[in-house]
Antibody, heavy 122, light 107 residues
Framework: EVQLLESGGGLVQPGGSLRLSCAASGFTFSSYAMSWVRQAPGKGLEWVSAISGSGGSTYYADSVKGRFTISRDNSKNTLYLQMNSLRAEDTAVYYC???????????????WGQGTMVTVSS | VIWMTQSPSLLSASTGDRVTISCRMS??????LAWYQQKPGKAPELLIY???TLQSGVPSRFSGSGSGTDFTLTISCLQSEDFATYYCQQYYSFPPLFGQGTKVEIK
């Protein structure tokens, strides 16, 4: 079964850091680009960051550029999001999502994790 | 950045109704558009990709159309399990923005 499982969310103070993980199973992880998408409470979906299958290309939303770093360990089938200098407006459920196609860095997201909640508050 | 306008933001309908949701782009994106359904407390699920291709396992009452700048999601005969929020997303270029969402509620 194709599955994504996020972890690492929690409560952090403004200015703090957190690292999210997304464990993948059921597919050839290294063949697919992956993304992080977040959703603030009661709000819509916001794409945050993406990484190519090899890890050689990374992309960020302007709202997180310079503060967040996406990475992957294909030997461990795991995606990461290192979040630094966190702000109240980063409070959201963070989802990892798998791109459909194996040849493109950008594609529709066919598999989503269940999400992990990040709360930035003092 | 390719901006999108999704409408309406709220749609009240009854079981059995035919409903349509629109997504308009600020520039052409060919057919690089997806539609997702999200239920409260759950992750989004892919319904349609490439503007009109139904994802495996999605009921045939869902359909998508359009290309370039104007796209539509149609639910031909609304079922109780279809009351949810729907999002369009362009994946023509980075950033792959989502529409603002359309909540389909029971009339």
């Amino acid at each position: 079964e194709v599955q994504l499982l996020e972890s690492g969310g929690g409560l952090v103070q403004p200015g703090g850091s957190l690292r999210l993980s997304c464990a993948a199973s059921g597919f050839t992880f290294s063949s697919y680009a992956m993304s992080w998408v977040r959703q603030a409470p009661g709000k819509g979906l916001e794409w945050v960051s993406a990484i190519s299958g090899s890890g050689g290309s990374t992309y960020y939303a302007d709202s997180v550029k310079g503060r967040f770093t996406i990475s992957r360990d294909n030997s461990k089938n795991t995606l990461y999001l290192q979040m630094n200098s966190l702000r109240a407006e980063d409070t959201a459920v963070y989802y990892c999502a798998k791109s459909m196609g194996s040849l493109e860095d950008l594609d529709a997201f066919d598999i989503w994790g269940q999400g992990t909640m990040v709360t930035v508050s003092s | 950045v390719i901006w999108m306008t999704q409408s309406p933001s709220l749609l009240s309908a009854s079981t059995g109704d035919r409903v349509t949701i629109s997504c308009r782009m600020s520039q052409g994106i060919s057919s690089y558009l997806a539609w997702y359904q999200q239920k409260p407390g759950k992750a989004p699920e892919l319904l349609i990709y490439a503007a009109s291709t139904l994802q495996s396992g999605v009921p045939s009452r869902f359909s998508g159309s359009g290309s370039g700048t104007d796209f539509t999601l149609t639910i031909s005969c609304l079922q109780s399990e279809d009351f949810a929020t729907y999002y369009c997303q362009q994946y023509y270029s980075f950033p792959p923005l989502f529409g603002q969402g359309t909540k389909v509620e029971i009339k």
